[in-house]
Structures are given as structure tokens and as C-alpha cells.
């Protein structure tokens, strides 16, 4: 369930998750996410014994909520220092390129 929050993170390289809705630009990740989810869902169905999660203690549960929430915070910003970093490389870059090009431009 991480990966396909953390997934929701990567569609749009630069761009943050909150400015734009994923699932409405990219019609084939939605139906993918949700059909992984289901399959997950449905294995466990069959595969858990039944009354088996009702043995496992409530912070679990919290723990299995909150984690891709937090997966998601996590890639966010390592998103944000990565659009940093490539916007001062970009910079750099066309420093280099516009410095080489007026050196053997004529005058």
C-alpha cells in the first residue's frame, strides 16, 4: 500500500501531489492503483484465517493507516530537495552554455 502512495508522488516529476489530482491526469494509474489494492484485498480474504484480525491489537490497525500517509510526506519532500537540486544544476548548466556561446559568438 506504500508503494502505490508513494507512487501517487512520482506521476509528476516536479510538480507537488496537493497542486494537481492524479487519478484525474493519468486515467491508467487510477485504474491500476485501485485494481492492485483490490487484488491485495481479495488475497488476504482468502489467504488470513477467518477471525484473525481480530487478534491483532488496535495499533496496528492505526500503524497500517498512517504509515503511507507518512511514506507520502516522506517522498514529498524528498521531492521538493530534488527540484532544488536540479533547478541549480538547470541554472548552472545554462551559465556554462550562454558563457561558452558568447565566447565564440562574433562581436
Not at 488476504?44 to 491489537?57: D, I, M, N, R, Y
Not at 504509515?67 to 514529498?76: F, N, Q, T
Amino acid at each position: 500500500l506504500c508503494v502505490i502512495v508513494c507512487s501517487t508522488s512520482f506521476l509528476f516529476g516536479k510538480m507537488p501531489v496537493l497542486r494537481s489530482n492524479p487519478a484525474e491526469k493519468n486515467i491508467v494509474w487510477a485504474i491500476t492503483s485501485l485494481s492492485c489494492i483490490a487484488i491485495v484485498f481479495i488475497y488476504l480474504h482468502f489467504a488470513l484465517e477467518t477471525g484473525s484480525l481480530k487478534a491483532l491489537p488496535w495499533y496496528f490497525y492505526v500503524i497500517s493507516l498512517i504509515s503511507p500517509l507518512v511514506s507520502l510526506v516522506v517522498c514529498e519532500v524528498v521531492k521538493k530537495r530534488d527540484r532544488k537540486f536540479q533547478d541549480k544544476a538547470e541554472a548552472f548548466r545554462r551559465l556554462q552554455f550562454e558563457t561558452r556561446l558568447g565566447m565564440w559568438s562574433p562581436k
